[in-house]
């Protein structure tokens, strides 16, 4: 291993999936700074809360559970967040609980070994249509106002090696089935560098996946889309609520006024962890 490697602090994590097909014992909300929050210990094992008059404003904590709930985000300086909505691609298929450990490498090594046509080998999902690209966007388009508030930026390219964040497909997660039989309909990796450490890295792409087969219609995969990408935003931690956009098996298909409030106090944090 390299000096450089040794002296990385380059945390790696992984966000959950937005069914409830994986474990969620890390997803605790200890209180990371947002007031008001209430305890939420081990919620998301039960079947979620439910948001009443007095707090349906209130931002729950979208810190990362891996780092003590610390608020991670793109910096100014990454502003506009390049996007890539891949023509239907899928990545190669491996167990779901393997994707948060290595989508982010082989995608930066993909791009590396080929900048000009990075995925010329990886086919079509089955169910993939020009249509769900559209709609893809318009999941990410709902996060387009708070560019008026001067929170961030982001952009759609068509040059996937310019891109911050991209958009992937699968037919199916592998082995990602709860005892329910749900199956995850979507996940985002990225790596999360501490800010005081950026000269010493190079930019790595978040990745996001999702499930054409467990999004099967319009709205499911606009709203997934819009999930996820609330989390490659930095909304790492989902809410305990079932109101909310972010709540981890998802039954709203828009953002709450609490997701609102949430992405509001996250981008108005002074952040030591971003993703670059
Ligand atoms: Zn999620």
Same mark, same amino acid.
């Given at each position: 291993m390299s000096k450089f490697n040794l002296i990385l602090l380059i945390l790696l994590f992984n966000l959950q999936p937005m069914s409830q097909a994986q474990p969620l014992s890390n997803t605790l909300i200890n209180g990371g700074g947002v007031n008001d929050l209430q305890p939420v210990n081990g919620l998301h094992?039960?079947?979620?809360?439910?948001?009443?008059?007095?707090?349906?404003?209130?931002?729950?904590?979208?810190?990362?559970?891996?780092?003590n709930m610390k608020a991670v985000r793109w910096l100014n300086?990454?502003?506009?967040?390049?996007?890539?909505?891949?023509?239907?691609?899928?990545?190669?298929?491996?167990?779901?609980?393997?994707?948060?450990?290595?989508?982010?490498?082989?995608?930066?090594?993909?791009?590396k070994a080929n900048p000009k046509n990075p995925f010329g080998d990886l086919s079509k999902v089955n169910g993939w249509t020009e249509e769900v690209n559209d709609l893809v966007a318009n999941g990410i388009e709902q996060w387009r106002e708070f560019e008026n508030e001067g929170l961030f930026k982001f952009g759609f390219t068509d040059d996937p090696a310019n891109a911050n964040i991209l958009v992937f497909f699968t037919d199916i997660f592998k082995d990602a &089935? @709860?005892?329910?039989?749900?199956? +995850?309909? $979507? #996940?985002?990796?990225?790596?999360?560098?501490?800010? *005081?450490?950026?000269?010493?890295?190079?930019?790595?792409?978040?990745?996001?996946?999702?499930?054409?087969?467990?999004?099967?219609?319009?709205?499911?995969?606009?709203?997934? &889309? @819009?999930?996820?990408?609330?989390? +490659?935003? $930095? #909304?790492?931690?989902?809410?305990?609520?079932?109101? *909310?956009?972010?709540?981890?098996?998802?039954?709203?298909?828009?953002?709450?006024?609490?997701?609102?409030?949430?992405?509001?106090?996250?981008?108005?944090?002074?952040?030591?962890?971003?993703?670059?």
């Amino acid at each position: 291993m390299s000096k450089f490697n040794l002296i990385l602090l380059i945390l790696l994590f992984n966000l959950q999936p937005m069914s409830q097909a994986q474990p969620l014992s890390n997803t605790l909300i200890n209180g990371g700074g947002v007031n008001d929050l209430q305890p939420v210990n081990g919620l998301h094992l039960t079947e979620g809360l439910n948001r009443t008059p007095q707090n349906m404003n209130d931002a729950y904590n979208p810190g990362e559970p891996a780092i003590n709930m610390k608020a991670v985000r793109w910096l100014n300086t990454s502003m506009p967040i390049a996007i890539w909505i891949s023509p239907g691609l899928a990545l190669p298929s491996v167990p779901f609980d393997e994707i948060p450990n290595t989508r982010c490498d082989l995608v930066y090594s993909m791009i590396k070994a080929n900048p000009k046509n990075p995925f010329g080998d990886l086919s079509k999902v089955n169910g993939w249509t020009e249509e769900v690209n559209d709609l893809v966007a318009n999941g990410i388009e709902q996060w387009r106002e708070f560019e008026n508030e001067g929170l961030f930026k982001f952009g759609f390219t068509d040059d996937p090696a310019n891109a911050n964040i991209l958009v992937f497909f699968t037919d199916i997660f592998k082995d990602a &089935s @709860a005892p329910g039989g749900i199956s +995850a309909g $979507g #996940i985002t990796t990225a790596k999360i560098f501490p800010v *005081d450490k950026l000269h010493l890295v190079h930019k790595m792409p978040v990745i996001i996946e999702l499930s054409t087969t467990v999004n099967n219609d319009a709205q499911k995969m606009q709203a997934a &889309s @819009a999930h996820e990408f609330g989390h +490659a935003l $930095g #909304i790492k931690a989902h809410s305990p609520y079932r109101e *909310d956009l972010m709540y981890v098996d998802r039954v709203v298909n828009s953002l709450s006024p609490a997701d609102k409030a949430t992405i509001r106090w996250l981008y108005h944090q002074k952040t030591d962890y971003v993703m670059y």
